[in-house]
């Protein structure tokens, strides 16, 4: 259902701004005013009788029919004032603190570190809430319009990034080059910006759907939502196939699908308020929920990082191989693991486990059983019962062996269940052993002849 709840969000928007811009959900009125998008200026409050333009910050006009009059003369200056406190005390920490964990996610410290996934996200999201407090807020950090095109905003990421970080929790991961075609649209956006930051500033002004807004920002933030939500769906499709539901990790993974969850729907709404009441025009107050929720996600990582710091730091760096493995440490123990089987014969023994196969082959019990998922695409039973199978037909023929029963034969290869046997023969070879030794014994007689 969880999975669902956010298509099911976009639809009903959907219908609800389609409805609403034919006037299905207001009386025709003559009683209209004109007033200024929230921007920060000391206008944005006042209210204006003719159409036109802003003369502090020189913002079009948008038309407010008379029901929204009163709610947005009331919650306009109400808000602008709390935030002005909130922002320099919580929500800019906030932000400061994402980019520098986000920062430090990417580097190894004591042998420790984040998942570069997990940090790239947060540090992808507290940049964009920064970049967004620089200029056109009156507690901005800056006057300069011209920081309106820095290129730190790499949102279309969100959805990429949430998505290899919950395959990397649920199965073993191997980085592989292709998935860099994930990053193309924030490349694409980030030239863009930079392009712009480079040109001369009437090719800035030229570039500013607002005085406050990049012509293609609100896209950006479209194509972002769009694409976290359908990488948050698929993603999340077989993850209680996957994990334990009764694990902390399915837990986390669960809060961590509705924290993503909450933050698109929440943005796909914004997006559609400020459509619908300014016009996609600048609108702080409409998007101050948004730094709201960033804030609120980073402390709260930051929160379940102090709780439980074995789970969110592993103790080695993530690399282009699996888990903090690179790939070449992983094909160097894995050849080392298949010339142990060949030449000192393990899987012999019928009470061969993995944590006596790691043992043999001074691995650590778990990483024998990543480098048997990743690298082989094979689980512990299915790696050892290869061998015996093929030890059980090697045997089955041999001319000194005539004497032994089948069942004595698999429990020299490694078999102790007679039963568990002949189903892992059968899976193996489509036939019974009987079967199998009795297609050898027609083989041998017409080579004979």
């Keep these: 259902m969880l999975n669902r709840l956010p298509l099911l969000v976009i639809v009903a928007f959907s219908i609800f701004f389609g409805l609403s811009k034919i006037g299905f959900f207001t009386e025709p009125t003559d009683t ?52 002005s406190t909130l922002y320099s005390k919580i929500i800019y920490p906030a932000f400061i603190i994402g980019i520098i964990l986000g920062v430090l996610s990417l580097i190894k410290l004591n ?27 009156n507690y901005g950090l800056s006057g300069d319009f011209r920081l309106l095109f820095v290129p730190i905003s ?34 694409l956006f980030s030239l863009a910006y930079l392009a712009i930051l480079l040109s001369s500033d009437e ?3 030229a570039n500013m759907s607002t005085p406050f807004e990049p012509f293609f920002g609100h896209l950006e933030q479209l194509i972002a939502v769009i694409l976290l939500l359908a990488y948050l769906y698929f993603a999340f499709r077989n993850v209680e196939f996957e994990i334990d539901s009764n694990s902390f990790k399915w837990k986390w993974i669960r809060r961590f699908q509705i924290a993503m969850n909450s933050l698109a729907v929440l943005w796909l709404m914004l997006i559609g308020l400020n459509l619908e009441l300014y016009g996609l025009g600048v609108a702080t107050v409409t998007y101050n929920p948004l730094w709201w929720m960033i804030c609120i996600i980073i402390y709260w990582i930051i929160v379940e990082a102090l709780l439980n710091p074995k789970f969110f730091f592993s103790h080695t760096s993530f690399s282009n191989g699996a888990n903090g493995y690179s790939v070449e440490k992983m094909e160097s123990d894995k050849s ?48 050892v019962n290869e061998y015996r199978i093929e030890k059980v037909k090697e045997l089955l023929i041999s001319p000194d062996l005539k004497h032994l029963t089948i069942a004595a034969i ?40």
């Design 410 to 449: 698999a429990n020299e290869a490694g078999f102790n269940s007679k039963s568990s046997f002949n189903s892992i023969f059968k899976k193996y070879t489509n036939l019974t052993p009987k079967e199998y030794l009795k297609q050898k014994n027609l083989e041998e007689k017409a080579e004979e002849e």
């Design 203 to 205: 090719v800035k002004r």
């Design 111 to 137: 042998g420790r570190s984040f998942n570069p996934f997990f940090g790239a996200l947060i540090l992808v999201l507290a940049l964009y809430g920064f970049k967004n407090q620089l200029f056109g807020v």
């Design 154 to 187: 790499f949102i279309t990421l969100l959805g990429p990034l949430a998505g290899l970080y919950i395959r990397s929790q649920i199965s073993a991961f191997t980085w592989k080059k292709k998935y860099l075609i994930h990053g193309i649209p924030a490349l």
């Design 336 to 383: 080392m693991l298949l010339r142990t089987m060949e030449h000192d014969h393990p899987y012999l023994d019928p009470s061969l486990s993995l944590d006596k196969l790691a043992l043999q082959t001074d691995m650590n019990p778990k990483y024998l059983s990543l480098i048997l998922n990743s690298t082989l695409n094979k689980n512990f039973y299915e790696f």
């Design 32 to 83: 209209t005013v004109y007033r200024c998008p929230p921007c920060g200026c000391s206008h944005d409050v006042a209210h204006f009788s003719e159409p036109g333009f802003c003369e502090m910050c020189d913002m079009k006009l948008y038309e407010v029919h008379e029901e929204y009059q009163s709610l947005i003369a009331t919650t306009t200056p109400l808000l602008e004032n709390s935030f």
